[in-house]
């Protein structure tokens, strides 16, 4: 993450004085155009995702089983939350490294992601315990087609 914060500005820069060596003033509007364009994409690309995500809860996923499926190391914070389109609820203390969010579906099960400057490091997905089986000798429930014989469909 620190080389693209470096890397990607000196890249533009390059780019733009290339541009202008070559073709002058037109290179230069060119060049600028295009990372203009470049630079709108991506915000759009951002407001679409944050649009998604404020129509649900935080915090909250279909399936939690398989967004963890789904999660790769090294993928960025946006990236998950346009996987999941809810934003995470923060474990950790705010601007503290590492940054814990979690995801929680309907049967309580969740996904809690470490992600270090903003690129998923690792998670853990903690599913509830199911409920305790029925012991072999408590009575079975009242059944009323026990005693019916299959139909068959011709």
């Known amino acids: 993450m620190r080389f693209q914060k470096i890397l990607i500005p000196l890249a533009c820069a390059a780019l733009l004085v290339g541009a202008f060596d070559l073709y002058s003033w037109a290179g230069l509007a060119v060049a600028a155009g295009a990372l203009m364009m470049w630079l709108l994409l991506h915000f759009t690309r951002l407001m679409q995702i944050l649009k998604r995500a404020a129509n649900r809860p935080v915090g909250y996923v279909d399936s939690a089983v398989m967004l963890n499926v789904k999660l790769k190391a090294g993928v ?8 999941t389109r809810s934003l995470g609820t923060l474990q950790s203390e705010k601007d503290m490294q590492p940054e814990l969010f979690r995801w929680t579906d309907g049967t309580d099960s969740h996904v809690t992601c470490e992600f270090w400057d903003g690129k998923l ?34």
């Open 76 to 83: 960025t914070l946006m990236h998950v939350i346009a996987m």
């Open 121 to 154: 490091k690792k998670w853990d997905l903690v599913r509830p315990t199911p409920a305790a089986e029925p012991s072999p000798d408590a009575p079975e429930p009242d059944n009323e087609r026990a005693d019916q014989a299959p139909t068959r469909l011709l």
